[in-house]
């Protein structure tokens, strides 16, 4: 799997209390994203036919121009082992 490069809120750690939380909630037929700093919910269509880097290069770009500091990522399917069972 492909890593995102994280874009850091600012020139100094901050402590985990007060850290900005990118969340992003794959759907079946939107992924969607939203700082815990606010603004504004940013979508993509999704879908059974997205591929995992489709979806990727779809994050990263609605992500470009916020600052965060860690990722939270919602999917609507069971986990073992820390990946989907199924597609």
């Not at 759907?27 to 940013?42: D, F, P, Q, Y």
């Not at 059974?48 to 880097?53: A, D, I, N, S, V």
Request: net charge negative.
């Amino acid at each position: 799997m492909a890593k995102a490069v994280k874009q850091p809120a600012s020139g100094t750690e901050k402590p985990d209390t007060e850290k900005i939380v990118l969340t992003i909630d794959i759907g079946g037929s939107h992924v969607k994203i939203l700082t815990s700093a606010g603004g504004e919910e940013r979508r993509a269509d999704s879908g059974p036919g997205l591929t995992p880097q489709q979806m990727i290069d779809a994050v990263k770009k609605l992500a470009e121009g916020l600052s965060y500091d860690v990722v939270s990522m919602g999917y609507p399917g069971p986990v073992n082992h820390n990946r989907p069972l199924a597609d």
